[in-house]
C-alpha cells in the first residue's frame, strides 16, 4: 500500500532503505542491517519512519534508555518477536544524564556490531544473543556536533548510513502537498517473510562490493568491513524485496543507486 506522498514527492530511495532494512533481520546467515537516517530539519525522517510502523516485527519508541529496553523490549527480540527498534530522533534519548547515554551508545553498539545484548546495571545483568536491528534518524546539526565524539568508539561505522537533502523543486512539492492534503499520510506494508530466507550472492558481484565498501571505510578512517557485510545483507533484503532467491545485476544496481546516499554529501533525493 503506497502513501500520497510517494505520487507527490520523490522518496523512493528513502523507503527502498527502510524497507531493506526492515527485511534484513530475516535474512539468512547475515547480520541485520541498521540504518542511520540524517538529514536538516523538517525533510521528514521521522514522518517517513512513522508509516512503517505498523508493520510485524517493529516497536518504534520516540524516547527510551537501555534499562528500559532490556526490560521491556529484548525479550520479545530473543523470542524473535521484535526483530526491529525504530527509534525517530536518536536525540532523544541521548539527550538524558551523561551516564545514561553513554549506557545507551554502548547498548546500541553491542547490539549492532555483534548482535549481542549487554547490559550491566544495579537491577540487572543482561548478556544475550539477538538477532534485530535498529533504524533511527538525526538531523545534519546533530550528526556534526556528535561525529567526532561518535567516531572514535565506531558507532557511525557501525551503521549503513543514509544522508539526503531536497533541491528546491522537490521542496516546492512539498508545500503544494501540504496545502492540498495537510498532514494526511498512508501506512506502508512491506511483505515481510515469516521464517528466515536464504537468499543466494554469487561472489563475483560480491567482490563489486568492495571497492564501495573501502570507499564508505575511508569515511570513518577504517578499512570498510563493517560496510561490507552490511552490504552482502542489504544486495540479499534487494533481491527478497524484488521476489527474487538470488542476487542479480538489477540489484546490485539498486545497491548502487543507494550507494550515492552513505555519505556525507547529502545529495538531494
Avoid at 536518536?90 to 548482535?115: D, M, Q
Avoid at 549503513?160 to 516546492?172: A, D, H, L, R
Wanted: one cysteine or more; hydrophobic letters at 40%.
Amino acid at each position: 500500500m503506497k502513501a500520497k506522498t510517494n505520487s507527490m514527492i520523490k522518496i523512493e530511495p528513502l523507503k527502498k532503505a527502510i524497507e531493506c532494512a526492515l527485511i534484513s533481520p530475516y535474512i539468512k546467515n547475515e547480520k541485520p542491517i541498521s540504518l542511520l537516517i540524517v538529514a536538516k530539519a523538517e525533510s521528514g525522517k521521522s514522518s517517513v519512519m512513522k508509516l512503517y510502523r505498523e508493520n510485524k516485527g517493529i516497536v518504534y519508541m520516540t524516547d527510551c534508555t537501555a534499562y528500559g529496553i532490556t526490560r521491556d523490549v529484548l525479550p520479545k527480540m530473543v523470542s524473535g518477536e521484535i526483530k526491529t527498534l525504530m527509534i525517530p530522533d536518536l536525540l532523544t534519548p541521548l539527550s538524558k544524564a551523561t551516564k545514561t547515554r553513554l549506557s545507551f551508545v554502548a547498548f546500541l553498539n553491542n547490539l549492532i556490531e555483534e548482535g549481542v545484548a549487554k547490559i550491566k546495571t544495579y537491577a540487572m545483568i543482561w548478556d544475550k544473543d539477538v538477532k534485530g536491528n535498529i533504524i533511527t534518524a538525526v538531523t545534519d546539526e546533530a550528526l556534526e556536533d556528535s561525529r567526532h565524539g561518535w567516531g572514535k568508539i565506531g558507532f557511525l561505522s557501525r551503521f549503513v548510513m543514509f544522508s539526503y537533502s531536497y533541491n528546491m523543486s522537490t521542496i516546492s512539492k512539498i508545500l503544494n502537498y501540504y496545502s492540498e492534503f495537510g498532514c494526511v499520510d498512508t501506512p506502508i506494508k512491506v511483505d515481510l517473510p515469516k521464517k528466515q530466507r536464504n537468499i543466494e550472492l554469487p561472489v563475483e558481484l560480491a567482490n563489486r562490493l568492495d571497492p564501495i565498501a573501502m570507499k564508505i571505510g575511508e569515511q570513518f578512517g577504517i578499512y570498510g568491513i563493517r560496510a561490507k557485510i552490511n552490504f552482502r545483507s542489504l544486495v540479499k533484503a534487494l533481491a527478497f524485496r524484488n521476489g527474487c532467491k538470488c542476487v542479480r545485476e538489477k540489484e546490485f544496481a539498486e545497491f548502487l543507486e543507494l550507494a550515492d546516499f552513505m555519505n556525507f554529501k547529502f545529495n538531494p533525493l
